[in-house]
């Protein structure tokens, strides 16, 4: 692939994430994007939000349209410098597309990472990524949130530390029925 072309593809914001929808375009064609610019809105199944640019250039083509699912890795748009012509721009897509492994859809990323553990007669839910590290992190959401609070944080930390979240009683996955205020 050419160096003065470069892929802007959908992005995997968090474990569970597999495709995402275009809601808006936010550059045109022909505008000069400089690296962490907001480039397009994108919704998931969790959230909405606007995806920056990660690397700087010219868009020089949408590849995406509004309201279209794409799974994870998909190409959505090309950057690259001005004086790339069509045919160059065809010639990667094509190139891009015969190449392209969907991210989202294996085995791996199909494997429940909910695990649950009994304390007395409490069930609570909790996930963990990472394994075999020094350090822990143990990653608690405020009122009203849950584990995937810290989907986006989580994942990338896990690569350092062995990670966990957990949904606190009432929360998430956890156990509904709240009896007695402690664990001990």
């Known amino acids: 692939m050419s160096d003065k072309i470069l892929p802007i593809t959908m992005p995997k914001w968090g474990l569970t994430m597999k495709e995402g929808t275009i809601v808006s375009w936010l550059k045109e064609v022909g505008d000069e994007i400089k690296k962490g610019d907001n480039l397009v809105e994108i919704e998931t199944e969790k959230v909405v939000n606007e995806f920056e640019s990660p690397e700087s250039g010219i868009l020089l083509k949408k590849i995406a349209e509004v309201n279209i699912k794409l799974n994870v890795g998909s190409l959505i748009g090309i950057l690259g410098e001005k004086i790339v012509d069509d045919n160059s721009i065809n010639q990667f897509i094509e190139e891009f597309q015969s190449n392209f492994q969907n991210q989202s859809i294996s085995k791996e990323d199909d494997i429940d990472l909910n695990k649950k553990i009994m304390i007395k007669d409490l069930e609570i839910n909790y996930m963990q990524i990472g394994e075999g590290k020094e350090k822990n992190i143990l990653f608690i959401h405020g009122f009203g949130g849950d584990l995937n609070n810290w989907l986006f944080n989580q994942e990338s930390l896990s690569n350092i ?24």
């Open 161 to 184: 530390f062995n990670t966990y979240a957990l949904d606190l009683p009432g929360h998430g996955l956890s156990n509904k029925e709240i009896k007695e205020g402690s664990i001990f």
